[in-house]
């Protein structure tokens, strides 16, 4: 992994019309960059959308950091575009949000090691103490910031002044806490959380419950971006396990933990990646 | 297929209590059955349920099927069960409901055709004239039963006076009809259908819809018994099948009709070979 | 689906170098093309390969058939490009090639006829008679052509002549016999078969056979181009379904037929759509 | 997990015939066991072979473990079987053989510690040094062995000289070295391997190198017994991942960590819990 070269990956949003693909991938060219990755997608509808991640080799490409801004404006503007260029030698700061449940966290933290994960994980937090001694174990610096029903409000600007700019954006791994709505607003489109069934099904509390009652034959898990509607904010990954009527809620929880952690990485990888894009409620992931 | 045995299949609900399948064992062996398959399930709870599936050899079995029962009644009376008995050469008898889709209906025939569903068919019943040439071709009678909406009532009792004792159960293979609360209860826990969701997710109309306008990344189909309240029902048989973004509503269709038709084709399988029990609003599959 | 616009997919293959990309998009810019989907992959090799296939409108493209070729030529010959220009409109003839086996077949035909599987199919051809009812229900041309093992090369040759030009590629439903040399050279990448197993596991006769004896506990099925290497021709599609010690070979074969079907129509959907791609052994499916 | 009941399984296997369950069933209800699991397989052939898993509560149960086999041996010589009684309160000792991979080792550990994987870990041997922190973190001592090609017997030799009688069975997480056929038939059917492939594809070395030649759109991998046979040991689990072209070595080898630890997590618990029989070189897992 430590071979791979350095890119930049451009994210571009705009209305599609023809000439888009052209423009970007000839501004690319011209200053001498290799493109590396291209994919694209359209609504096709009338009045339609245009998405688009190209990536290529930072190495030969002639225009520095300060200067990639300044030469596409024109491309960007012509075309409305929304975009952002990312660097991927600039890892993305990742804070942790956990409660009691370690296997997500667990898991997250051995894929960071490993460097599966290209993240930088400036802090974890928590409402509940539990989790230090694995915080410890990767040497990640570990916050209690207990929240109460009667404080919340106050529970969590506390928090939300004490990641002020540390991160860029946020995992809730297992973190049992509703967010209120101002701290969401804080990291919009950057707060991923893990909901442990296949959203829309079981919405909310107990969700393995939920399906132990419901008889499923199937449970999931659900990695979305955070909203201010409970478990509806856009979906990244989602996945399914099989059960059957032998499955106690405690199998459940068991071979849930498997589904969880495997897609909260993978939607976190494909984030730190630059490869996740989002429009009405819906993501592009390129 | 066609060499294997023929079997007698027990199907039995009782409270949990020792000693159960010591006596059915104990009753099949007496009377000389050799038991081919035997799973059995227990809620393992206080004033907990029991299930249990025994499958013996028929041929070397000494109880004729008059005899059976009167034979095992005492075993019956003393843990209070619930039974059946099936005999594998006592084909069930399918009727098929459809309306104008055809991919479930021709995986079903085929299947049948070829012998994988040990079955019936007497009928198919249409509220659309579409799909007779596809029944004709599997010399299928076939029935075409226009259902209004200011009629409905009565159409679905003409329905149900045609298929009188013709039917031992019925499938709705993509029947896009609600079926009024007497037909239900004319064969309670004896209608199967295929809905196009991943249930819970996506009740009712235009589940693909549904979950384009979600963003979901998988969709499924569940087989799921009929009862009076939508979609509901106990859960026989769930699968999904991987979408992105790229996927349009007519490929999720088209995705969509491989997942329903292996699925609803799976739960007719194990309710043709006597697998399926009832409890609370869950099924066991043995 | 009859609402899709024609499309226009060039399919590109060359060595690696800046600025493919933004010729190729240029290219269809200047002439009035609107991309619709452009998809490339990379080798990222030192003498690394470069392959790309870019899909745009044909309505508003201002090259006729005629034109396009020459007009392009240039681009091709400055990169060093194998290329095909595949029009939508232009569906591609495919012979089938069946022997008993009815699973494949029954599948392909109605997915063709529903309009999943965008082709035309001038004829079946068959070792055996047994499936020509079949073919009849659809109204596709069905014909013997006996083959035996004194004769083969003659049988085949007979074969070869009958289908001449009448069709762009040949598909394998279960065609139970090996073919000559002779008769795979002349369609070169353009048969592709089925293989009832998870190549390269269990190459040969009767995998299902071969897989009970092993005590896997995953079977499947392979999608293949046909070379003069059994069963190691480029790869396009796979999948698996689980099975366990109590899968006797005919569950196996039961099951197996579900995932055959499947993968093949994959396979077929996937090349009657100009998304795949051969290089070295191997396929780049876009 | 930690409420549930200590229970014993019975683990049988004796050539078939009738009466069997019959028997074992009547003996633990005559001893006042409650029976809450029971499966059973029958090879169904002429001469065929009868595997059974019983599991039964040990608190109600009249017959110590001294008792037990005395008590049962009439009809275990009745039957000509070969069993095990397995007490769910005598954990099995595991003793895990690693190198330098720590994906496997990282995710055993972490299920045994929060009880997913009920057994005890005397011991974890490398040849290598490399993970030794690992095993500190879980509290577990760690041994290095070095092996060089010259001595291996010798340094087999010691090993399993130091292992002894404190291990019941063995895993190989990644444990790069093959071992010698002594070593191996002291501990017949009880040393667990994880091979990175799906057997029988790509058997030895390097798989994911074998799978990226061969442009395989799945992998895989594959928990076995070990044998004397290289990689042909009766297979426990099997599961596999979807990989594509874009997929370089280094990703099949990421995406294949996961499956490898799920598939070795799963054969172990399937061992622990006294599910898996072997019979010719395949398994019954119940």
Redesign the interface.
Known sequence: ?STQKDTISLLISCPDK?????AV??F???H???????????T?QHDGSFFMRICFAED?FQLGEGELGEAFQPIATQFQMQWTANYSRRRKRVGILVSKY??CL?DLL?RWK?G?LAMDIPFIISNHPDLEGLAN?YDVPYYHFPVKRATRQQDEQRMLDFIGAQADFLILARYMQILEPFFVEAFPQRIINIHHS?????VGASPYDQAFK?????I?ATAHYVTNSLDEG???????IHC???D?V?DLI?KGR?VER?VLAEAVRLYTTDRVLVY??????F
């Open positions: 992994m023809p000439g888009i693909v052209s991938s000839g690319i060219f011209k001498n960059g290799n493109i590396l990755e291209s994919d694209q997608y359209s096709n030969t370690d296997h667990v051995w490993i599966e174990m296949f959203l829309p099904a079981f419901r008889g499923v034959k199937l999931g856009p979906i990244i990954a989602q996945d399914v059957d009527h032998r106690s405690d068991r498997d495997r009405e409620n819906k993501t592009v992931v």
